[in-house]
């Protein structure tokens, strides 16, 4: 089972609109959450990345969120543009101990359409 | 600054062969980790690599296995290639070290078609 799950899977919106996605996550040891965008054929471009200590950070119209003791995070689009076609992903971060290294776990990707 | 550098950008290779892809992280970056992403499947873990060594492996058959220079720069390399490896292969670069707060900055990939 993965232990980043997003929500929806898809999701099509009209240019201007918000719209929210959702992540929740079971990862453990937490180090933080990221966001990432990623148009099709290209690599993913950070977002944001929040620590357990942040409950808010902001992106020009992009706001993420994240409640630690739920494990559930939100990434708020605002007045959608045509450009933020895309599909996003929710990667978490486990944090050091002794006996690993920190790894990445990546969510599946909410795939956004903005339409005209 | 130069951003993270994947060479080649396409390949077409058959059944049986191996490939070989390259990556350069950006300057100053010590940790480079490989992806594998499908349609179907999502972005998956590779492997990572920190001043030479893995220091972290995914879930992926031996014939997978890469390997990174003195100068950070890294390698990649699928043996006995199959079809269901057709893919995008991206690598991403981050300063690494015990701060795992640092940001991931991803190449732009390699779409290997296997035929």
């Known amino acids: 089972k993965n232990q980043v799950e997003q929500s929806p899977q898809s999701l099509i919106i009209l240019e201007g609109k918000n719209c929210t996605l959702q992540?929740?996550?079971?990862?453990?040891?937490?180090?933080?959450l990221r966001w990432y965008k990623q148009d099709t054929g290209r690599g993913p471009v950070s977002l944001t990345i929040m620590t357990f200590s942040e409950n808010t950070k902001s992106n020009g119209r992009y706001t993420a969120t994240l409640d630690a003791d739920t494990k559930q995070s939100s990434l708020h689009i605002t007045a959608s543009q045509l450009s933020d076609s895309a599909s996003y992903i929710c990667v978490v971060s486990t944090r050091m101990t002794t006996d690993s290294w920190g790894k990445l776990q990546f969510g599946a990707g909410t795939q956004v359409v903005v339409t005209p | 600054k130069a951003g993270v550098t994947q060479t080649p950008r396409y390949l077409i290779k058959t059944r049986g062969q191996q490939v070989t892809l390259s990556c350069s992280p950006i300057s100053g970056h010590r940790s480079v980790s490989w992806y594998q992403q499908t349609p179907g499947q999502g972005l998956q873990f590779l492997f990572e690599y920190f001043s030479e060594t893995q220091r972290n492996k995914g879930n992926f058959p031996g014939r997978f296995s890469g390997r990174q220079f003195s100068n950070s720069r890294s390698e990649m390399n699928v043996s006995t290639l199959e079809l269901g490896d057709s893919a995008l292969y991206l690598c991403?670069?981050?300063?690494?070290?015990?701060?795992?707060?640092?940001?991931?900055?991803f190449g732009q990939g390699t779409r290997l078609t296997v035929v």
């Open positions: 992540c929740n996550y079971t990862v453990s040891p937490f180090s933080n």
């Open positions: 991403a670069s981050s300063l690494g070290g015990r701060q795992t707060n640092t940001e991931a900055f």
